[in-house]
């Protein structure tokens, strides 16, 4: 009877002593929470899995030989991303200088597509730029010495007002000098010289004192003979 009460004692004690189990354990391992509906929203991994199919289907509407462009479209279109933010990028990739065009304004133009597409360092935009800027001021850019890496867009606009400046100046010689040439072509109407117009003529002028001249004395001598007549 000692050890029955014994071995009860001990049982007793360890029920006690065990910590009581949890309802919500069990057996079979839980879920995580991501696997289940939250508020009625869909869960990590089956936005994965939607995600997955979009990107089969954009991938199955797209081949090898599709344009960059519409592939673009097709990625804003099927995850609903910011059109605004594609455009932007798809307009810096795209971007080219024009020759015709103000070099300091398709500067200000490109390194604002840079910071609306793209977070890029300035490094990185000023190395664009020597890429992309016409060849006379790539030259400039490419005898700067030590790498790229060095390279800011402050050097490149320092550049770019003196390459601008060098231009306006030759603009401005061979318009001075296409003036000059014009001139020389003119030829006097009076005299049949070059360099010259009639009205500018010493010769028409000298002709004309002459003239009017003559027509000064012999007018006073026909008024002289006539007052002598009459008496």
């Given at each position: 009877?000692?050890?029955?009460?014994t071995r009860a004692g001990r049982s007793r004690c360890s029920?006690?002593?065990?910590?009581?189990?949890?309802?919500?354990?069990?057996?079979?391992?839980?879920?995580?929470?991501?696997?289940?509906?939250?508020?009625?929203?869909?869960?990590?991994?089956?936005?994965?899995?939607?995600?997955?199919?979009?990107?089969?289907?954009?991938?199955?509407?797209?081949?090898?030989?599709?344009?960059?462009?519409?592939?673009?479209?097709?990625?804003?279109?099927?995850?609903?991303?910011?059109?605004?933010?594609?455009?932007?990028?798809?307009?810096?990739?795209?971007?080219?200088?024009?020759?015709?065009?103000?070099?300091?304004?398709?500067?200000?133009?490109?390194?604002?597509?840079?910071?609306?597409?793209?977070?890029?360092?300035?490094?990185?935009?000023?190395?664009?730029?020597?890429?992309?800027?016409?060849?006379?001021?790539?030259?400039?850019?490419?005898?700067?010495?030590?790498?790229?890496?060095?390279?800011?867009?402050?050097?490149?606009?320092?550049?770019?007002?003196?390459?601008?400046?060098?231009?306006?100046?030759?603009?401005?010689?061979?318009?001075?000098?296409?003036?000059?040439?014009?001139?020389?072509?003119?030829?006097?109407?009076?005299?049949?010289?070059?360099?010259?117009?009639?009205?500018?003529?010493?010769?028409?002028?000298?002709?004309?004192?002459?003239?009017?001249?003559?027509?000064?004395?012999?007018?006073?001598?026909?008024?002289?003979?006539?007052?002598?007549?009459?008496?």
């Amino acid at each position: 009877m000692a050890r029955r009460g014994t071995r009860a004692g001990r049982s007793r004690c360890s029920s006690a002593s065990a910590p009581s189990a949890s309802p919500t354990c069990s057996s079979k391992t839980r879920r995580p929470a991501t696997t289940q509906q939250i508020s009625g929203r869909t869960t990590m991994p089956s936005a994965v899995a939607t995600s997955s199919t979009r990107s089969r289907t954009v991938c199955s509407r797209t081949t090898s030989a599709t344009p960059a462009r519409e592939v673009w479209d097709a990625v804003a279109r099927t995850y609903d991303v910011d059109i605004s933010l594609l455009v932007a990028r798809r307009r810096f990739n795209d971007f080219q200088f024009d020759e015709g065009a103000l070099l300091l304004e398709q500067i200000a133009h490109a390194e604002a597509l840079a910071a609306a597409a793209y977070s890029f360092s300035d490094a990185f935009v000023a190395y664009w730029l020597a890429r992309k800027v016409p060849e006379d001021l790539a030259i400039v850019l490419r005898a700067c010495p030590g790498p790229y890496s060095d390279l800011r867009t402050s050097f490149v606009w320092r550049a770019a007002r003196i390459q601008e400046a060098h231009r306006l100046r030759r603009e401005a010689e061979q318009q001075g000098k296409a003036a000059r040439a014009v001139e020389v072509k003119r030829q006097c109407w009076t005299c049949g010289k070059s360099g010259h117009i009639a009205r500018n003529c010493t010769a028409y002028l000298e002709f004309f004192l002459d003239h009017h001249i003559l027509d000064l004395v012999t007018s006073q001598v026909l008024d002289q003979v006539s007052i002598t007549l009459r008496r």
